[in-house]
């Protein structure tokens, strides 16, 4: 069984960076692909990063390109997001999810193309 644990959240002024850890524990074997996704107060869970284990290549939602790096330790079976220029906008839990074993994905950019997720980590920009 597949168990992630996210690290790195916190509270930030608006403009600071954070870099969010997501650690990978159990038969990962066939999980393709590895996600961020973050649900602000109030709102629905959304897409904000992708990467494919394989060739290391990466999608991300509009609202992140070119803050937002997501990257792959496959030795340490570890993901990041780093997060730079954080907004205010940007604050929400944000969740590291694995992608359903043997599933090539269509980018990876839908949460039904997970069937893993961690518990989350709180993310506070202040304005």
């Known amino acids: 069984q597949v168990r992630l644990v996210e690290s790195g959240g916190g509270l930030v002024q608006a403009g600071g960076s954070l870099n969010l850890s997501c650690v990978i524990s159990?038969?990962?074997?066939?999980?393709?692909?590895m996600g961020w996704f973050r649900q602000p107060p109030g709102k629905e869970r959304e897409f904000v990063a992708s990467?494919?284990?394989?060739?290391?290549?990466?999608k991300y939602g509009d609202s992140v390109k070119g803050r937002f790096t997501i990257s792959s330790d496959n030795d340490r079976n570890t993901v990041y997001l780093q997060m730079n220029s954080l907004k205010s906008e940007d604050t929400a839990v944000y969740y590291c999810?694995?992608?359903?074993?043997?599933?090539?994905?269509?980018?990876?950019?839908?949460?039904?193309?997970?069937?893993?997720w961690g518990r989350g980590t709180q993310v506070t920009v202040s304005s």
């Open positions: 999810a694995a992608a359903r074993p043997w599933y090539t994905g269509n980018g990876y950019v839908n949460p039904n193309e997970y069937d893993t």
């Open positions: 159990g038969r990962i074997l066939a999980r393709n692909g």
């Open positions: 990467i494919r284990w394989s060739s290391g290549s990466a």
